[in-house]
Nanobody, 124 residues
Framework: QVQLVASGGGSVQAGGSLRLSCAVSAYRYSRNCMGWVRQAPGKGREGVAS???????NYADSVKGRFTISKDNAVNILYLQMNSLKPEDTALYYC??????????????????WGLGTQVTVSS
């Protein structure tokens, strides 16, 4: 089982920035797809960004140009840099993983392992 521990959420004003971090044990698998999923109040979960062991990266249209997903293989950390935040970005953000697979070329996989969420609140 993959362990994921997310941190870095908080409250910011619109236009501000936050960086989420997630310690992931999926790195020990040679093929893996890791990503961030969010859930706003009263809504379903939405894929935000994903990155796999081969470097394939996907973003939701709503965050393209504002969010950047990256990973530090040396310390097994997954990041989500969020800039130009909007009130509609307010949500509980989860890091997630699926091992023994690459990320799809488009869209997001059905992640199998999840960390606890970290809250991001953007005020107008």
């Amino acid at each position: 089982q993959v362990q994921l521990v997310a941190s870095g959420g908080g409250s910011v004003q619109a236009g501000g920035s936050l960086r989420l971090s997630c310690a992931v044990s999926a790195y020990r698998y040679s093929r893996n797809c890791m990503g961030w999923v969010r859930q706003a109040p009263g809504k379903g979960r939405e894929g935000v960004a994903s990155i796999d062991s081969q470097g394939i990266i996907n973003y939701a249209d709503s965050v393209k140009g504002r969010f950047t997903i990256s990973k530090d293989n040396a310390v097994n950390i997954l990041y989500l840099q969020m800039n130009s935040l909007k009130p509609e970005d307010t949500a509980l953000y989860y890091c997630a993983a699926k091992v023994h697979t690459s990320c799809p070329n488009y869209g997001f996989p059905v992640f199998e392992d999840w960390g606890l969420g970290t809250q991001v609140t953007v005020s107008s």
